[in-house]
């Protein structure tokens, strides 16, 4: 679908429409054709946390003198 012809939808289509699109996951075909699709739901929320925490403190810091 073209940007015109998205444009041309979206005006066709109601306010509740438009609203209830948006909520709406992507198409499972878009999801599934990532290369990263085969890792979605491998991690718990905890370990997401976990490692998001290990980077945040771990990258955010810069040794000028290590290299």
Do not use: Y
């Not at 905890?46 to 990258?59: G, V």
């Amino acid at each position: 679908m073209t940007h015109k012809q998205l444009i041309q939808k979206l005006e066709q289509t109601s306010d509740e429409g438009v609203e209830t699109g948006l909520d709406s996951p992507p198409p499972v075909k878009a999801i599934s054709e990532h290369p990263f699709a085969k890792f979605i739901g491998i991690l718990s929320n905890s370990e997401a946390t976990e490692i998001q925490r290990a980077i945040t403190a771990d990258c955010s810091q810069i040794d000028r003198t290590e290299w």
